[in-house]
């Protein structure tokens, strides 16, 4: 079950603020590297937004397909997703809610899905899994990092995958994603907040290279990027993906 939630996701935090809690982004957007998702200067660089707040007017669509085969579109998350958002957390199982956010939550308010989807793709960065083959659904999953207040080359993780779509690979491809943006905006380290009996995740973690320190109930599991691919074929596995994000953005449209 992929799925992790850093500080900022917490709903009590949310529940406070409309906008992202303090500690956990930075006061002043720094400005995107001027690199594309696929590492080449110019062509993509319009792939990320340069101001906070900025829409994007002509988002990326990455098409992959995921491990039985069905076609997937990773594109980033949108003011216009609120409601795709809440659709897909309603078809969040319990269990699945409680892993997401470290707790009981039954619903998301407007103030959360202000802050879920109004990111500005610099300090806060969001990307759907979108399902090709039915366009109007939810999706397969989301996965979103927030960079450190006090450290920008820290950014706190999730992973949000829905039930029926896990086991497919959709997790590795958010990850994925979200390394290589990172990667982008000059994040060395994502950093996850897992509890201690979500062992797919943090065995997962583990073999991709993570060090976990504890943090009460939870562990907190520290994902250098890029990551070194030799450390096990999980991380190998991982770099390849990478390199698919890769390609896929030097063929998107």
């Known amino acids: 079950c992929a799925l992790v939630v850093p500080e900022a996701d917490r709903p009590v935090a949310e529940a406070a603020h409309d906008e992202a809690p303090g500690r956990a982004v930075r ?16 062509r993509h660089g319009r792939m990320l937004p340069h101001l906070r707040g900025a829409v994007v007017s002509d988002p990326p669509l990455l ?7 069905r076609p997937v579109a990773l594109r980033p998350v949108m003011p216009s997703d609120r409601d795709r958002l809440r659709a897909g957390f309603e078809e969040l199982s319990v269990e699945s809610r409680r892993l997401r956010f470290l707790g009981s939550v039954s619903s998301l308010h407007d103030a959360q899905l202000r802050y879920l989807t109004e990111v500005d793709h610099v300090d ?10 039915d366009p109007e659904a939810p999706g397969f999953g989301v996965g979103r990092f927030v960079r450190l207040d006090d450290d920008p080359e820290v950014a706190e993780f999730s992973l949000t995958v829905l039930d029926t779509a896990q086991g497919l690979g959709v997790g590795q491809l958010l990850l994925a994603t979200l390394a290589v943006v990172g990667q982008v905006l000059d994040v060395r380290v994502l950093r996850g907040l897992v509890a201690r009996e979500n062992d797919k995740m943090t065995a997962w973690m583990r073999r991709l ?21 030799s450390v096990s074929d ?3 596995a991982f770099a390849e993906t990478c390199a698919q994000i890769r390609e896929a953005a030097r063929n998107a449209s």
């Open 124 to 133: 806060h960065v969001a990307w759907g899994a979108l399902d090709l083959a």
């Open 63 to 69: 098409r992959l397909t995921l491990r039985d085969g």
């Open 234 to 236: 999980s991380a190998a």
């Open 27 to 42: 006061a002043a957007p720094r400005q995107a590297n001027a690199r594309g998702l696929d590492g080449e200067q110019g």
């Open 209 to 229: 290279g993570a060090r976990a320190t504890p943090d009460g109930q939870d562990l907190v599991m520290d994902l250098a990027i890029p990551l070194d691919p």
